[in-house]
């Protein structure tokens, strides 16, 4: 196999599960050593372990990146463990959905706090490092992949801050991959249609069932779907930036 990422480091958050758990697996397929980033210590530790019995090299970074202090130390213990850092994977987030009026703002307040907020700690962070691996490493190209949404293209009723902080998330990467063209640095949204995940599990169970009766019994997305994409953009030479890809089940209206 051509582990086009050997010697590379990736720092992927969300990695207890879902996208960011298949994320991590794929990278260290594919020869980066993976910084695992999230909450539930115990999921990562074990994803660790899954890695390193593979042949792969890990390291467990427990953190809440909510707030910008942690994002960084997050950031920096990666540096310090696994030496630099050539890929950030922002994953982490949070879908609550409802009806705007009856809102529970601290939902609001989470969702913005984790799905934009903390992914923009964590690139603000990371920029330095990466521009340091683009301009000394051998591969002399580094990458952010920030996991945007379906709904950060189109907004759609139940779910207006969600779609907020995603189209938030759009903007923010091609931004980003303006200022950082220049110093090949590439900066990619990914935005997924429905991917069988837990994230829907966060809601009461009539949000949950509300979400089942608008997609129907369509196949959905997996999360290795997501992975393999993240796994092209960031394998491509170094003179190909993949701005921006939407991905939807086959069937997703």
């Known amino acids: 196999m051509n582990r086009r990422l050997e010697g590379t480091v990736a720092l992927v958050t969300g990695a ?3 996208i960011g758990h298949a994320t991590a ?40 990146i909510t707030t910008a202090q942690a994002a960084a130390e997050a950031v920096e213990r990666t540096v310090e463990g696994l030496g630099r850092l050539d890929t950030l ?3 982490a987030g949070l879908m609550l959905l409802g009806p705007a009026p009856s809102a529970d703002l601290n939902d609001w307040r989470r969702m913005i706090d984790i799905n934009l907020m903390g992914l923009m700690y964590t690139a603000h962070a990371a ?6 691996a683009a301009a000394e490493e051998p591969r ?19 779910s207006a801050v969600y779609s907020a902080t995603k189209f938030g998330v759009g903007a923010f990467s091609e931004a980003l991959r303006q200022e ?20 829907r599990t966060h809601n009461p169970a ?10 129907g019994d369509i196949e959905r997305l997996q999360s290795q779907d997501i992975a393999d994409t993240v796994g092209y953009i960031v394998t491509r030479p170094r003179h190909v930036a993949v701005a921006e890809l939407l991905v939807r089940p086959t069937e997703q209206a």
Do not use: C
């Open 180 to 199: 950082l063209a220049r110093q090949h640095v590439r900066v990619s949204v990914i935005e997924p249609g429905s991917v069988d995940t837990e994230l």
């Open 25 to 64: 697996l794929e990278l260290a397929r594919e020869g980066a050593s993976v910084a695992l980033v999230g909450r539930r210590e115990d999921r990562l530790t074990g994803l660790a372990a899954e890695i390193t019995g593979a042949g792969g090299k890990a390291l467990v970074v427990p953190a809440d």
């Open 127 to 132: 920029v330095p490092h990466l521009v340091k």
């Open 206 to 215: 009539a949000i949950q069932q509300h979400i089942v009766a608008a997609l």
């Open 89 to 91: 994977v922002n994953n």
């Open 16 to 18: 207890s599960s879902g």
């Open 140 to 158: 002399q190209v580094a990458d952010i992949v920030n996991i945007g949404s379906l709904a950060g293209r189109n907004a759609y009723a139940m």
